[in-house]
């Protein structure tokens, strides 16, 4: 049931997103892309020494136009970021070695660039869920939720394409789904491109 109502108020959110962001008046789609990019990286839990090495590819959508020209004024470009990843998850520390994945989706997920200039500071911070086979976690479900948030730098090797470097904190857990429900965090390091 509970699983349910939290798949309904994503769904809810989706679609309030779409509605929000108007036709524009020329007959572009509603939906316009500003950037994608690809990033790679790995992270690490801190208490149970559990090594993530993740690919990140994703896509940066324009917001609606009042919130973007709002962002735009202070010269920040804020985009509405999808950003599936697929990870090897190495859990190779205790009694119980495992070698196992992860895949997962952030729908839900805003970047914010600061400036125009050759090297620019970005944040992000975003939800999402994700499938694992992490078995010697007692996760209480296979199915976790994950919250992250996290900035780093990029540097424009030309108008069209930036480099960049990131750190990244992230909880997974599975929102209280079971009635085991640990959770990991896991501090990521992050390189990658965007293309806009």
């Not at 869920?129 to 919250?147: C, I, M, P």
């Amino acid at each position: 049931m509970r699983l349910a109502r939290i798949g309904g108020l994503v769904v809810l959110v989706l679609v309030w997103c779409m509605a929000a962001i108007p036709a524009r008046a020329d007959g572009d789609s509603r939906i316009e892309l500003r950037e994608w990019g690809v990033r790679a990286g790995g992270g690490v839990n801190p208490s149970s020494k559990i090594e993530y090495y993740a690919l990140h590819p994703y896509v940066g959508l324009a917001l609606w136009d009042p919130a973007s020209r709002w962002f735009e004024q202070y010269g920040i470009r804020a985009l509405w970021m999808i950003e599936p990843w697929v990870a090897y998850v190495n859990d190779n520390h205790g009694t119980h070695q495992t070698d196992s994945f992860e895949i997962g989706i952030s729908p839900i997920f805003i970047r914010l660039v600061f400036g125009e200039y050759a090297v620019r500071p970005f944040i992000e911070a975003g939800e999402g869920a994700v499938y694992t086979d992490l078995r010697k976690q007692d996760l209480g479900s296979r199915l976790q939720f994950t919250s992250q948030f996290g900035g780093g730098l990029e540097y424009a090797i030309s108008p069209d394409m930036a480099a960049g470097i990131q750190a990244r904190f992230r909880h997974m857990s599975n929102a209280g789904m079971a009635s085991s429900n640990p959770g990991i965090n896991t501090i990521y390091g992050l390189v990658g491109l965007t293309f806009r």
